[in-house]
């Protein structure tokens, strides 16, 4: 089964980036689509950014559309999330997820990402 570990979350200033990676390990041969949702406090997890690994092709959420960049490393098994013009409103658990050809889901254990104002 797909594991997944996220890093590079952290406290950061209104306005500063951050890039987030989520490193795929075991039946990666498997994997269609990668991707990030975050949960805020007190709010139900939300989509973010989705990648497909046939062709790179990528869907963000309008929150975040401009600001964020999903990218890939096949080599690495590594996705990336470059956040840009953080605010207030982007704290929260960002959850990386990976999607199988046969329709299983895996989640990682999360990394918070605070701004503070």
């Known amino acids: 089964q797909v594991q997944l570990v996220e890093s590079g979350g952290g406290l950061v200033q209104d306005g500063g980036s951050l890039r987030l990676s989520c490193a795929a390990s075991?039946?990666?041969?498997?994997?269609?689509?990668m991707g990030w949702y975050r949960q805020a406090p007190g709010k139900e997890r939300e989509f973010v950014a989705t990648?497909?690994?046939?062709?790179?092709?990528?869907n963000y959420a309008d929150s975040v559309k401009g600001r964020f960049t999903i990218s890939r490393d096949d080599a690495k098994n590594t996705v990336y999330l470059q956040m840009n013009s953080l605010n207030t409103e982007d704290t929260a658990i960002y959850f990386c997820?990976?999607?199988?050809?046969?329709?299983?889901?895996?989640w990682g254990q999360g990394t918070q990402v605070t701004v503070a104002s």
């Open positions: 990648i497909r690994r046939s062709d790179g092709s990528t």
């Open positions: 997820n990976a999607r199988t050809s046969i329709g299983i889901t895996t």
């Open positions: 075991r039946g990666t041969f498997s994997i269609i689509y």
